[in-house]
T-cell receptor, first 116, second 111 residues
Framework: DSGVTQTPKHLITATGQRVTLRCSPRSGDLSVYWYQQSLDQGLQFLIQYYNGEERAKGNILERFSAQQFPDLHSELNLSSLELGDSALYFC???????????????FGEGSRLTVL | GQNIDQPTEMTATEGAIVQINCTYQTSGFNGLFWYQQHAGEAPTFLSYNVLDGLEEKGRFSSFLSRSKGYSYLLLKELQMKDSASYLCAVRRNTGFQKLVFGTGTRLLVSP
């Protein structure tokens, strides 16, 4: 158990819909990262938050948005869903997200999104 | 940008030794990570290298050569449970860093 909690574990929805994925980082971790993993694809970095502020952005579509709340949990919002958005969405956390430590990422179990 | 290359798939026999290679191209290198991921599960941390050389951790070892942009993960005394994907990831020294992952190497261990 990494200490990172993601909900829901599974989600099935239709094209055009909107969903929200939730992540609670490990206790004390200030940085949260979102990754997308499609079938047989590598982990694609989407976005990073540190202590409530956006710090880095990757290949995140405009239909997707995220935020980190004062209690450090984060939500990833996916809207106008398309079939190609079906994937595993992982949240990870780390202590500070800076170069001052190893910066090992601890991953949650993921949210499997299926768009029909 | 960053380019990270790993073989797509490897096979090995239980009890054997396997080496999974990773090459990368990046500026501002600040660490290379190896993660293990079983199908449909979360990636779990295996090792971290930031200086050249070998880091040993039980049956797993990881090597880094920064000048060559090269790392390998060495798995000894393979067990069936080692069948998984092994992900190489690079971190850059840009302040608040993320990890950029390669596509992973799927290792199949047979009896």
């Amino acid at each position: 158990d990494s200490g990172v909690t993601q909900t829901p574990k599974h989600l099935i929805t239709a094209t055009g819909q909107r969903v929200t994925l939730r992540c609670s980082p490990r206790s004390g971790d200030l940085s949260v990262y979102w990754y997308q993993q499609s079938l047989d694809q590598g982990l694609q970095f989407l976005i990073q938050y540190y202590n409530g502020e956006e710090r880095a952005k990757g290949n995140i579509l405009e239909r997707f948005s995220a935020q980190q709340f004062p209690d450090l949990h984060s939500e990833l919002n996916l809207s106008s869903l398309e079939l190609g958005d079906s994937a595993l969405y992982f949240c990870a956390s780390s202590e500070t997200g800076t170069s001052m430590n190893t910066g090992e990422l601890f991953f949650g179990e993921g949210s499997r999104l299926t768009v029909l | 940008g960053q380019n990270i290359d790993q073989p797509t798939e490897m096979t090995a026999t239980e009890g054997a030794i396997v080496q999974i290679n990773c090459t990368y191209q990046t500026s501002g290198f600040n660490g290379l990570f190896w993660y293990q991921q079983h199908a449909g599960e979360a990636p779990t941390f295996l090792s971290y290298n930031v200086l050249d050389g070998l880091e040993e951790k039980g049956r797993f070892s990881s090597f880094l050569s920064r000048s060559k942009g090269y790392s390998y993960l060495l798995l000894k005394e393979l067990q069936m449970k080692d069948s998984a994907s092994y992900l190489c990831a690079v971190r850059r020294n840009t302040g608040f860093q993320k990890l950029v992952f390669g596509t992973g190497t799927r290792l199949l261990v047979s009896p």
